[in-house]
């Protein structure tokens, strides 16, 4: 299997190189050259497997250049009961139609953790299968999920090291505490007077600099990224889709070969796209509901086929899908027009903020996904109905998930099982999913935790559990001009 851009100017490359480099040297996503195919047979045997092997399987179909052995020995470690307790992705049932996809039972309470798990060790054996003798540096800007999420996966793996960076006043106290606990030899955590825009401009120079590359290139060092945009990130999202089919087949929900919708709470498009790979892969799912939250340019990008980003931006309780630019919406693109109209697009968003597609491309685009969105009233709503009436607890970035996936059965009478995935623990914002089943105030953030599971008896998960009690590693607080020599100290 080669991967190729979906600008379609980059020559192929391996699974090991698109790993390696992330981004297509034209500016493009790497996408699979072609998209394997799963027989009823194949499923009907990834129904008897367990999630790590599921996993290996999947991803053996994709990156070829690992073998059956490596990928298992991976999925092992990346999902070992010790660190997703009670299972990597496990289905809950709230009624006949309803399903919840939980995929945040990881060590960092994220759904982060399914890729980056897994990631970093597929990186670690690239560099190895692509003769790399350097030692990969990591670095990150993070608003939150992705800093932890990377952090936890990338700590002590051989020739890796990572270092993030977040904004001092723009992360949670839960995530600043997160971080700050970190563990891990190779890892290094800074925070940024300014805000997340600072960070990550600050990222994107030091990755432009080459003085700052000769450098790390001197000492053995050259720079890389956790981006949702890497490959390696997305493929390992696939599987959870064809582990919650087996697993409704298991539970006598659905008959091998008989549909079912997925809905997902949508940010930069990497998991919908998973979800939409595994539908083109033979996996029966129906629709793919696609759900935002008050930043709903997703929303009408797929009633119109307007992506327009000149409009105003909201800071909302599920932060993670407060995006404006959909960087994984490229791969749709080149799925459904291909590589030439793809470019065009993607030079018109560069220079105008906007774009809008053919008709026979939304068109295309419009059989398998429809949009919703919850704006912040409809997501504390959301929250608290399901609470009361299902005693579920949803956090913030699911309730608008489950608030689209009502609306979605409402209007189309479709009462086919849906998979509705849940990205992130409540704890991980107990802060307003307190607010919202309460209606009053928490006595802070951090309270708020145990305010929460007195409320509702639900257990705090184990990563968030004892994060009052760990030692704090990191507390440097950094200007964004300092970030390079910030970079260059880590490596000394
Ligand atoms: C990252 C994230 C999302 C959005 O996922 P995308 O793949 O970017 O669409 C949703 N919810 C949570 C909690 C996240 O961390």
Not at 226 to 253: E, F, H, M, T
């Amino acid at each position: 299997m080669n991967f190729i851009s979906t600008r379609g100017h980059a020559q192929k490359v391996t699974a090991a190189q698109a790993i390696a480099r992330g981004l297509a040297p034209d500016g493009g996503l790497f996408v699979p050259e072609t998209i394997p195919q799963l027989s009823k047979e194949d499923i009907a045997a990834l129904c008897k497997m367990s999630y790590p092997e599921r996993a290996a399987k999947i991803l053996s179909l994709y990156l070829s250049d690992y073998t059956e052995e490596e990928l298992l020995a991976d999925c092992r470690a990346a999902y070992a009961e010790t660190s997703f307790i009670g299972g990597a992705a496990p289905l809950v049932s709230l009624d006949d139609t309803l399903n919840v996809l939980e995929l945040w039972h990881g060590p960092t309470a994220a759904f982060k953790d399914m890729a980056l798990q897994i990631m970093p060790r597929l990186l670690s054996r690239a560099l190895k299968k692509i003769g790399e003798q350097r030692t990969a540096l990591i670095l990150v800007a993070t608003s939150g999920d992705t800093g932890k999420a990377a952090l936890e996966g990338y700590k002590d793996l051989p020739q890796i090291k990572i270092i993030a960076f977040y904004p001092v006043d723009g992360v949670s106290k839960v995530q600043k505490l997160q971080m700050a606990t970190q563990l891990g030899e190779n890892v290094s955590v800074c925070a940024i007077r300014g805000n997340f825009d600072d960070a990550q401009t600050g990222v994107k120079k030091i990755f432009g600099n080459a003085e700052i590359a000769k450098q790390l290139n001197e000492k053995g060092y050259f720079l890389s990224s956790a981006n949702s945009i890497n490959w390696g990130r997305l493929a390992p999202q696939i599987v959870y889709y064809v582990s919650a089919y087996c697993d409704l087949i298991n539970a006598g929900k659905r008959k091998p070969g008989e549909p079912f919708n997925v809905c997902v709470p949508t940010g930069n498009f990497g998991n919908i796209f998973a979800a939409y790979l595994a539908k083109r892969m033979g996996l029966p799912i129906g629709k793919l509901i696609c759900a935002s939250n008050s930043n709903n340019i997703l929303t009408d990008f797929l009633t119109t086929g307007v992506y327009d980003r000149n409009r105003s931006f909201y800071l909302t309780m599920s932060p993670s899908m407060d995006i404006l630019i959909s960087s994984n919406l490229e791969r749709l693109l080149w799925a459904t027009t291909g590589t030439e109209k793809t470019a065009g697009y993607m030079k018109q968003l560069n220079e105008t903020g906007k774009y809008a597609v053919d008709a026979g491309t939304l068109a295309a685009i419009q059989k398998d996904f429809v949009g919703y969105f919850a704006n912040e009233e409809a997501t504390a709503n959301t929250i608290l109905k399901f609470w009361k009436e299902d005693r579920y607890l949803a956090d913030p970035h699911t309730a608008v998930a489950l608030s689209a996936a009502q609306a979605y059965i409402r209007e189309s009478g479709d009462r086919i099982p849906m998979v509705v995935d849940s990205t992130a623990s409540p704890y991980k914002f107990a802060n307003n999913v307190f607010r919202s089943i309460a209606k009053k105030e928490p006595s802070g953030d951090l309270e708020a935790l145990d305010e929460l599971t007195e409320l509702t008896g639900v257990k705090i998960p184990y990563p968030l559990a004892d994060l009052k009690k760990r030692a704090v590693r990191f507390k440097e607080v950094c200007e964004p001009n300092e970030m390079p020599d910030r970079v260059l100290q880590f490596v000394k």
